[in-house]
């Protein structure tokens, strides 16, 4: 078992920036890969949006995010950080850390929601 906590969402205007972070606690394991995933108002989806192997820092970043976001991790490795900047309105969303990726039918992509366990959300909201 995984918990997962997020902090750090709030509201800004296009251009500013917010640093959200995610405490873990649990299985080590199941802690392999964490990421950042999204879920914009009146989508069923969540998208991937950065992921990190906490093993060895490999990261993973959405196109639409690149040269954006940065995805981090704290020397413990208990905690993963996302540093947003020039934040735009299609950036809003609920922002979701997750844990444990499950790979399916032999398909590796990280940036699936295929994770086991999911924080409670923290919600960005970008204005123009």
């Known amino acids: 078992q995984v918990q997962l906590v997020e902090s750090g969402g709030g509201s800004v205007q296009a251009g500013g920036y917010l640093r959200l972070s995610c405490k873990a606690s649990?299985?080590?394991?199941?802690?392999?890969?964490m990421g950042w995933f999204r879920q914009a108002p009146g989508k069923e989806e969540r998208e991937g949006v950065a992921v990190i192997y906490t093993g060895g820092g490999t990261t993973y970043y959405a196109d639409s995010v690149k040269g954006r976001f940065t995805i981090s991790q704290d020397d413990a490795k208990t905690t993963v950080y996302l540093q947003m900047n020039s934040l735009e309105p299609e950036d809003t969303a609920m922002y979701y850390c997750a844990s444990g990726y499950t790979q399916y039918d032999g398909k590796w992509d990280p940036l699936s929601p295929q994770y086991m366990y999911w924080g409670q959300g923290t919600q960005v909201t970008v204005s123009s």
């Open positions: 649990g299985d080590i394991y199941d802690r392999k890969h």
